[in-house]
């Protein structure tokens, strides 16, 4: 057994580890009552309202255009009644500071288009529809 403190929200705990061989499947120790703390947490500012979805639900759909991460919404390249060619190019996300340049899975009509330059959006969100 080893004794280890970790640290989770601003409590300290102290916890035993039991260091297994490969293969053996004894459980590892719960871990006990606070200790103290370790140092104080400055209080977390309050998250940001989350705006109101506009995209549709994650269910997913053909045609649907989706960010393959989170990040901000640079430029939206097409416009609702354009004609796009499959691998196209029809938005850029950056996450990092590294564009992420999205393209089209299909050729078709864009039917509608979700988010604005400027928006954040999350992975899967749902960038505009094709069809």
């Known amino acids: 057994m080893k004794k280890l403190r970790v640290t989770v929200e601003g409590k300290a705990y102290e916890v035993l580890v ?5 293969g ?3 459980p590892i120790a719960a871990p006990t009552a606070p ?4 140092a104080a947490a ?8 989350a705006p109101a979805p506009t995209a549709p639900a994650a ?5 649907e255009v989706r960010s393959p991460l989170s990040g901000k919404l640079v430029s939206i390249d ?4 354009d004609q796009v060619n499959e691998g196209a190019q029809v938005a850029t996300v950056e996450a990092m500071k590294m ?5 089209a899975p299909k050729a078709g009509r864009v039917e509608a288009v979700f988010g604005n330059p400027g928006d954040g959006i999350e992975e899967g969100h749902v960038l505009m529809r094709i069809v």
């Open 78 to 81: 097409v416009k609702v009644g």
């Open 42 to 49: 400055a209080p977390a500012a309050a998250p940001a309202p």
């Open 18 to 22: 039991e260091i297994l061989d490969e």
């Open 35 to 38: 200790v103290r703390s370790v």
């Open 59 to 63: 269910t997913g759909g053909p045609g």
């Open 24 to 26: 053996a499947s004894t």
């Open 99 to 103: 564009n992420t340049y999205i393209f």
